[in-house]
């Protein structure tokens, strides 16, 4: 990605990162701000410039390294080298907490959260799992800053844990010959291709990402695989159905033999519709009130009846097409 222009915290260049990244963006206008959390010539944009703030990059230091416990597949969600993205799915979690500003955000002090990890985990009388994508996509980010492999090869110091993170992303080629010692879990999220190219604007083909999911297998990674957000549009059982089939038929047998299965089904939201009506008025509209009900705050997501339906069938042809892939859990 070549950013338009570069939004950044003055303090950011005295890192090694914010270096090296104004060297490679010395291009663009790079604009001085006081805080990350709040650039006030971009929060007045109206809702239709939300896809031209996504080719800004905002830089910056990270100033809370607080964890959150999880209990999912990790025991902590981390905040690390990133939140926000430059992709545009029209559900994106991210917009429920930052709204039009989900744009990417890079923090430079990335040894300092490093040092809070190790000393983490090695602090800890069993292996923890930090979860540390939950706010971006690590993968894309990895191509504008090479944090991914900076992080591989750095964890790799510590004594015990595993980093683990979803992408969307295909552009794993630069992690498969690095020493991540068992420690790192990839785990990339899946959609049908239709989904994919309707509604997870900007994201790699699902083609792209099971070839990923094999290689990284191939190089020894523990790979995890989301199907998420499920999306119950008008033709949904035709198209995970057909999902399911494929990834049945192009997964490799190692693959296979060692990934496991996360289902989420998709949240939206208020803010979603008000965005995308405006961003992207020619979009699919994922909100349909007749399967949708409220859940608290301005949010929407499939009423129990069809939800359960809609887990009962991803089961009943996950059983038939990859039935030695555990399902992990349904939500
Ligand atoms: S790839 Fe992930 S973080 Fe990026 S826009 Fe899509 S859902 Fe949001």
Redesign the pocket.
């Known amino acids: 990605m070549r950013p338009e222009k570069v939004f950044y915290e003055p303090e950011s260049l005295n890192y090694e990162l914010g270096k090296q990244l104004k060297e490679k963006f010395n291009n663009v206008p790079w604009i001085p701000i006081e805080s990350h959390n709040n650039i006030e010539q971009l929060r007045k944009n109206p809702n239709s410039e939300f896809a031209r703030m996504k080719r800004y990059i905002i830089i910056g230091v990270r100033k809370s390294l607080k964890y959150t416990p999880n209990h999912k597949i990790s025991d902590y969600l981390v905040p690390y080298t990133s939140s926000g ?1 430059s ?3 029209l ?4 917009v429920c907490n930052y709204n039009k500003c ?1 744009y990417l955000r890079l923090f430079v002090n990335r040894e300092q959260m490093m040092d809070k990890l190790i000393k983490t985990a090695n602090s800890s009388d069993k292996d923890i799992v930090f979860e540390i994508g939950s706010n ?2 690590l993968v ?1 980010e990895n191509t504008i800053t090479g944090n991914l492999e900076w992080t591989i090869e750095n964890f790799g110091k510590s004594e015990k844990g595993f980093l683990t993170f979803p992408t ?2 295909s552009m794993v080629d630069s992690f498969l010959p690095l020493n991540h010692k068992g420690k790192i879990i990839p785990r990339m999220s899946v959609n049908p291709e239709e989904i994919i190219r309707k509604v ?1 604007i ?2 790699s083909s699902l083609k792209a990402r099971i070839t990923a999911i094999n290689r990284l297998c191939e190089a020894g990674y523990r790979v995890g695989m989301l199907i998420a957000p499920v999306v119950m549009v008008d033709n949904w059982k035709e198209l995970y159905a057909e999902l399911i089939e494929q990834l049945s038929d192009e997964l490799s047998q190692k693959a296979k033999k060692q990934l496991f299965i996360e289902i989420i089904f998709m949240t939206y939201s208020y803010v979603h519709c008000a965005i995308n009506r405006e961003a992207f008025p020619n979009a699919v509209d994922l909100y349909d009130k007749s399967i949708m009900t409220g859940r608290g705050r301005g949010k929407y997501w499939y009423k129990e009846d069809v939800r359960s339906m809609g887990e009962e069938f991803l089961r009943e042809q996950l059983s038939q097409k990859l039935k030695d892939v555990p399902i992990m859990y349904v939500v």
């Open positions: 993205c992709a545009m799915c559900y994106c979690y991210l989900s971006s996509d894309l969307k992303f997870e900007g994201t």
